[in-house]
């Protein structure tokens, strides 16, 4: 895909109305492949892939980042995944004891070998100083002259810094960036049983233009991702308006339910399909998975045909934390041979693939 001797935009991909006027080029240039990526399949992405797996954590006795997924495959994902939370309380490390000094040095490979980055953000409750998941209302003590507010525009500095520090030869490293997720949820308190819509967009919009008005930051992708949705649910309720919003995604689960998740993928991710098309804007499946993957042939026979002709830029599956919560298999697993077939669709495609001219 390289588009080097081509005009950047053209009749095939026409120039879309992004959330930053000034955004980098290598940003563009990842909304770009995104958009080309789609038209052969999607891509496939790991939330921590190189930062720990089934029986390892990554120090820097590596030579090469390890994977879950490249010891099945023999390639990497196209889609690294990050989450910064506790950045934001000044710590060394984010919430799943992986230094930042180690994020840093695996966004760079990743970037370096072609891969797209994608940053999640689960920020400590700053009104109760509970995790994210301490659903005491904060939203209201953040957004306008809230009581919190210095404290989180401190957070937001220390973002700031982290993203600008992400370089690769002098540049910025381009950045999905997918803040306050699952927001029509109960369990988090930017949630909705926490907060009400109002002041959740106001969250959003204060929080973008703080980063990209106050920080400069120009490379970075908004991506608006509600959880799979009730019969009856919005997705738009809390959506922070196009101006705000880049990309489109829907975070939805396989809580050991393969019908009702099947029926979820095909309904929400139309639904998803239906507004990003009228919006002229990409989507993806920005976070699913199986916890532990007991279905038999779960990728193949229960994941692949319902997103295979979805139009969705990529898949993230969420982490392998250790044997009792992972969402890839590993080397043994029931389901490996499954990943493997898997990997080897036409559409699935990995880094190798979204790097092939």
Not at 11 to 36: C, G, I, M, Q
Not at 94 to 107: K, Q
Request: aromatic share 14%; charged share 25%; with cysteine.
């Amino acid at each position: 895909m390289n588009f080097s001797c081509k005009p950047f935009y053209n009749e095939t991909y026409k120039k879309p109305d992004l959330v930053d006027n000034n955004l980098s080029r290598s940003a563009k240039k990842l909304h770009k492949k995104l958009f080309f990526i789609t038209k052969k399949g999607f891509a496939i992405g790991h939330q921590d892939a190189t930062s720990y797996g089934i029986g390892w954590k990554h120090d820097d006795s590596f030579r090469e980042p390890k994977s879950d997924i490249k010891e099945l495959t023999d390639d990497y994902p196209a889609i690294f995944g990050f989450d910064i939370g506790h950045l934001e309380l000044g710590k060394k490390h984010n919430l799943d004891t992986v230094y930042f000094n180690t994020i840093t040095d695996l966004i760079v490979d990743a970037h370096k070998k072609g891969g797209l980055i994608t940053i999640s953000w689960h920020p400590d409750n700053p009104s109760s100083k509970g995790s994210s998941w301490d659903t005491s209302p904060a939203v209201i003590d953040i957004i306008g002259n809230g009581s919190h507010k210095e404290e989180y525009n401190l957070w937001i500095e220390r973002v700031a810094e982290f993203i600008k520090s992400l370089k690769f030869k002098g540049k910025e490293i381009p950045i999905l960036f997918r803040p306050f997720h699952e927001m029509n949820g109960n369990w988090f308190w930017w949630g909705n049983s926490s907060s009400n819509a109002l002041e959740y967009i106001r969250l959003w919009r204060e929080t973008v233009t703080l980063l990209r008005d106050k920080y400069n930051l120009h490379n970075l992708l908004y991506v608006y991702s509600p959880n799979k949705l009730n019969q009856i649910e919005d997705y738009m309720k809390y959506y922070p308006g196009d101006d705000y919003v880049d990309i489109f995604g829907i975070d939805i689960y396989d809580f050991n339910d393969t019908e009702n998740y099947a029926n979820s993928l095909v309904n929400d991710i139309n639904l998803v399909r239906n507004i990003a098309t009228e919006k002229n804007k990409l989507y993806g499946l920005t976070e699913t998975g199986l916890d532990q993957i007991n279905t038999d042939n779960w990728f193949t026979q229960v994941l692949f045909p319902n997103i295979e002709n979805s139009g969705i830029s990529w898949v993230l599956f969420w982490r392998n934390a250790r044997k009792s919560h992972h969402y890839i298999p590993y080397v043994g697993h029931k389901n490996a041979e499954d990943f493997k077939r898997f990997s080897k669709l036409p559409q699935t495609l990995f880094l190798k693939e979204i790097n092939q001219d």
